[in-house]
């Protein structure tokens, strides 16, 4: 159930409530691709930074250890040892981009591991049933995410194929949540609307996709390539498209700058590896910009990473020239250390935007956000 609670221009402060508790949106999911946020953080962590929503990823589960495996131990959250809320992506993405040898077919897509090579199968009710499985909160239909650029004609016979997909994926659902040994029977699904950058395509497909009345919906295929200009065109005239008492969730993304452009045009639900991924590489975000604490001129630096921050590095005063040290000693320590950071980041960036939006002051909080990051 999801209430619409603010408006400020076309941003919404929303609140989904769910069987594993209340999303407060904006929200932003902390990726856990193989049910671990990379970066040796614990679901403890994730408690003590402000996490409200963990994503994990349905085809590397299903490759190891096996959704079979992660239902006989209870379901993820009992796997995992989280009980707040947990989103699945369909495996969609990963066959397209991972799986080198495939097929697509209208039952759905024959494909490699790519960690052993063997031949494995995903369609719509597969991906529905492995989801299932993992019991998580919200599960995401099963569609392609096509290359960009592609020509015309294959991004309609795409999405006409993805929306085929979605209606299969829902009766599956709605099978699946009926069983007596389901995981989880109050599981949410949501439709991906799909397009490329073609705006009329786009439009089309919310406008049929919608007619589903489903719990919420994705604007997929986005972040992969084009420029960003380009996915705040397309947000602009397909976010309208969706219902506004339903969420919206965009994909992939991503940078602070494209989270706030992205809320200001309606978007409630993101994702993205960019803080586990930056961090264990040493970069870090503060409200002054991107930090690469690998630089020399943090070797004899005393002072936390951003101060004022209350994440638990910065807070326990850690100073950036021992997290430099650890991070060019080879330290997993200093990753940690950084991870911890930029997800706390990012979940308080959330907050502060949901404040902004419930104070109908959403402008100038982006304007000034984005000013000093630049």
Known sequence: MYTLIKKCGRAKRGR?????GVIETPVFMNVGTVGAIKGAVSTMDLYEIGTQVELSNTYHLHVRPGDEVVKKM???HKFMQWDRPILTDSGGFQ????AGLRKIKEEGVHFHSHIDGRLLFIGPEQSMQIQSNLGSTIAMAFDECAPNPSPREYIEQSVARTTRWLIRCKEEMDRLNSLPD???PHQLLFGINQGG???DIRIEHAKRIRELDLPGYAVGGLAVGESHETMYRILDVTVPELPENKP???MGVGTP????EAVDRGVDFFDCVYPSRNGRHGHVYTNHGKMNMMNAKYETDPRPIEEGCGCPVCKAGYSRAYIRHLLKAGEMLGMRFCVLHNLYFYNTM???IRQAIEEDRYPEYKKEKLSGMA
């Open 95 to 98: 066959v397209f981009s991972l």
């Open 248 to 250: 919206v969730y965009l």
């Open 257 to 260: 700058a494209n989270i706030l």
């Open 182 to 184: 389901t995981v989880n």
């Open 16 to 20: 989904l409530e769910t069987v594993h």
């Open 197 to 199: 950058t073609y705006e």
């Open 350 to 352: 959330m907050c502060e």
């Open 74 to 76: 209870g379901g993820l």
